[in-house]
């Protein structure tokens, strides 16, 4: 359903993407934020989910600026390398390709970011620092430790009640801090509770919790 595709950021560098359009009528534009993982067939799929509601869908892939084509396995060895990849991430130089996805979305409409486990991080720091019309967060533990940043769109944070990486009262303090923003916590569910692919989905969790975003994006851009 979509297609492979080049973005330069604001300082020159190029990264890949996938993007898919609706056949039908276009309500808005959505950018992807891919977990550690990297933009894999769970990703694309999710961008592919999007664009049948409605939404011109883009997934950039973050970690182009370290290694290319970097598509990891869902077991200990995908991990390990992933959270290598995150942790030479500037969230600076990821703004500027999370921007250079914002800016192929130009004339969709309204543009919203999604994203999942790193994404969800990368989606907070997008709502304070990116012009989007609303941004939800799945599970981003650095969301924790960036609690200061102040959103300039609407926002939504999805968490796992039994996510082992993201301490609830770490939530809660994050909630205290912004008490406007709606948070779900999903019993029974914990991190990357949304993707079909790894072994911590949560049928039910990433029903409810999808089911949200799309009333969430519905509400804020179309």
């Known amino acids: 359903?979509?297609?492979?595709?080049?973005?330069?950021?604001?300082?020159g560098h190029q990264l890949d993407a996938y993007k898919a359009e609706p056949d039908g009528s276009v309500r808005g534009g959505v950018v992807i934020?891919?977990?550690i993982f990297g933009v894999n067939d769970d990703i694309r799929e999710t961008v592919d989910n999007f664009?049948?509601?409605g939404y011109v869908a883009i997934a950039p892939a973050l970690f182009?600026?370290?290694e290319r084509d970097a598509v990891l396995d869902f077991?200990?060895?995908?991990?390990?390398?992933?959270?290598?990849?995150k942790s030479a991430l500037d969230w600076d130089d990821v703004i500027k390709d999370?921007?250079?996805?914002?800016?192929?979305?130009?004339?969709?409409?309204?543009?919203?970011?999604?994203g999942f486990c790193m994404g969800g991080s990368v989606a907070w720091f997008a709502a304070a620092r990116s012009r989007?019309?609303?941004?939800?967060?799945?599970?981003?533990?650095?969301?924790?430790?960036?609690?200061?940043?102040?959103?300039?769109?609407?926002?939504?944070?999805?968490?796992?009640?039994?996510?082992?990486?993201i301490p609830l009262d770490g939530v809660a303090a994050v909630e205290a801090d912004h008490p406007d923003i709606p948070s779900f916590i999903y019993e029974g569910a914990g991190h990357g509770f949304s993707c079909s692919r790894r072994g911590s989905y949560h049928k039910k969790a990433a029903g409810q919790a999808m089911e949200r975003t799309l009333e969430f994006l519905a509400a804020n851009i179309g």
């Open 75 to 85: 077991n200990e060895d995908g991990m390990a390398k992933g959270r290598a990849l």
């Open 132 to 165: 989007v019309s609303a941004v939800a967060c799945y599970y981003g533990g650095d969301i924790l430790t960036n609690s200061s940043e102040t959103p300039k769109c609407p926002v939504m944070f999805h968490w796992g009640a039994e996510d082992a990486g």
């Open 1 to 11: 359903m979509g297609a492979n595709l080049k973005l330069t950021a604001a300082d």
């Open 51 to 53: 664009a049948k509601e």
């Open 98 to 114: 999370v921007d250079a996805a914002i800016d192929e979305l130009d004339g969709a409409g309204k543009i919203g970011v999604v």
């Open 64 to 66: 182009d600026r370290h």
């Open 33 to 35: 934020i891919q977990e």
